[in-house]
């Protein structure tokens, strides 16, 4: 008995170690194919991390960016990490999986954004990490989708961004006067301040001569009721009510939703209880609406689509599309989500950057009274916004500091490479699956993409708030893309 207890041990161990060797043998095997595949495609970037022990600082690191807004901090220090490497420091690895697993490539070089959204389009997508990560919020949308479904969601968003779209202010002038009252309600201490969870901000408040209004909760509540509003005909009306049930939810939704991305590959080990709670809270506001329009004959649904009806909204033109309830919502909610952040962002910054300059403030002031003339008189039109060149200066310099996208990423639908630094040198290979971030706002800030000096004076400092550079000076190609370019291009003839 016990010799068999004993053969049955030695067995065992035996066993034990063969599956050892033959683990190795695999590992060995697989890492090679891996690097062999990488040398037929051209060269690794700079390699920050091989393994999970190594890797999963960096993506801790970027979540606790995320959470405390110090994401150009982050960027910063990846590219420092890779300072000196022969292929430069402005593209490095981090593998946390297995051998001849998926990689995490961060780049902040313009060729590589130029590659990605542009001459190798069809080699990079969302893929299915991305929209089974996303997909809970924002469903089968345009921003999660590739292929006959991104060409699809397309389709249905293209009719909201013609010219005639976006040139009717009325729903801007309706909500932008709204928010003025806001702020002299705050200012004379008359109403809470209503902070939210919105990605940035803090909490305001003070009683009555001390003046504090919180701005940037202002704007993101103002541009959730504009495109509300905009989107289904009936706005949150967040202005009036901070605490509504749907603006706390999608705010908190969205935060952990940036949470998780930024987590890359460990984003499970995230407790989703809230998540969960927070998405079918934004369902069951905006289901209703969606089951309104549907019950809409075909008829009406046309005559409420047409170019002079004043009862169009984004819903009853995607209606007209499909009848599918899911896919109604995923688009109604994507739409939400770019409409309402880019612009509230994008307002928060300005103003914040314009309070440190009276100078600036002063300047574009005279311009606004000049070509508009005083409230509550005038109104802005289409036409008088794109006759004030000061104004459209402040705001592209706004969003060369803090693009709307911070960072983005596409994944490899195929081996590829993109191109090594100004185009000397073997490119930088990207196998299959290989998911590519790149920051534009690390790449908008590099100060060697900007001239040292400019005709007739010196250029400021890249790193300063400074409008008048876009008087005598235009980025290069690819160095400015605060809403992605290309066939990426949000604002162009293509959505992505």
């Known amino acids: ?88 420091d402005d593209c490095v690895e981090v593998q946390v999986t297995r051998a001849g697993g998926q990689r995490y490539i961060t780049t902040r070089d313009p060729g590589h954004v130029k590659a990605i959204l542009a001459g190798q389009f069809a080699h990079f997508g ?14 089968d949308s345009i921003f999660t989708t590739d292929g006959p479904l991104w060409h699809d969601s397309r389709g249905m968003i293209r009719p909201m961004f013609i010219k005639d779209r976006v040139s009717d202010l009325v729903v801007f002038e309706r909500w932008s006067a709204a928010l003025v009252r806001q702020i002299e309600r ?48 009936a706005a949150v009306d967040s202005l009036s009510n901070p605490r509504d049930e749907f603006a706390e939810a999608f705010n908190e939704v969205q935060r952990l939703q ?27 506001f905006v289901m209703p609406y969606i089951e309104a329009a549907l019950k809409l004959p075909a008829a009406e649904l046309e005559k409420r689509t047409s170019a002079s009806s004043s009862e169009f909204t984004f819903l009853h033109s995607v209606a007209r599309h499909t009848r599918d309830p899911k896919v109604l919502r995923d688009q109604i909610v994507a739409v939400l989500l770019a409409g309402r952040d880019t612009a509230a962002a994008t307002l928060s910054w300005a103003v914040y950057q314009l309070s440190r300059y009276p100078a600036k403030v002063a300047r574009l002031r005279a311009e606004i009274l000049d070509t508009v003339g005083p409230a509550p008189h005038h109104a802005p039109s289409y036409e008088t916004l794109k006759n004030m060149p000061y104004l459209r200066h402040v705001l592209s310099e706004t969003l060369r500091m803090y693009p709307a996208v911070p960072y983005n990423l596409r994944v490899a639908l195929e081996d590829t490479a993109i191109p090594s630094r100004d185009g000397q040198g073997p490119p ?69």
Not at 3 to 8: E, L, S, V
Not at 433 to 443: F, N
Request: glycine fraction near 14%; charged fraction near 20%.
């Open 1 to 88: 008995m016990l010799g068999q207890i004993q053969f049955d041990s030695v067995h065992l161990i035996s066993l034990g170690g063969i599956c050892a060797i033959l683990y190795l043998f695999y590992f060995i095997i697989q890492t090679t194919r891996h690097e062999l595949r990488i040398r037929r495609l051209g060269v690794r970037a700079p390699v920050l991390a091989q393994n999970p022990c190594t890797g999963l600082r960096w993506f801790v690191a970027a979540a606790r960016a995320q959470l405390n807004h110090r994401l150009f901090e982050f960027f910063d220090d990846m590219f420092a990490a890779a300072r000196g490497a022969p292929t430069g």
């Open 126 to 139: 969302k893929g299915k990490g991305f929209h089974d990560r996303w997909s809970p919020f924002l469903g």
């Open 186 to 233: 705050q200012r004379r201490g008359l109403v809470d301040c209503g902070a939210e969870k919105h990605g940035g901000g803090g909490g305001g408040g003070g009683g009555e001569g001390e003046g504090v209004v919180d701005i940037q909760s202002l704007f993101y509540r103002m541009t959730l009721d504009i495109t509300t509003d905009f989107l289904l005909g």
């Open 258 to 284: 940036m949470y998780l991305t930024m987590l890359g590959p460990f984003f499970r080990v995230v407790p989703r209880g809230r998540y969960k709670a927070g998405i079918r809270t934004i369902d069951r």
């Open 428 to 496: 930088i290979a990207v196998l299959k699956d290989d998911v590519v971030v790149y920051s534009t706002l690390s790449m908008q800030r590099r100060r060697d993409l900007y001239p040292q000096c400019r005709e007739g004076g010196h250029f400021a400092d890249p790193a300063l708030f400074e409008p008048e550079r876009w008087e005598n000076w235009t980025p290069k190609p690819w160095t400015y893309v605060p809403f992605n370019g290309g066939r990426g291009s949000a604002s162009g003839k293509t959505l992505r």
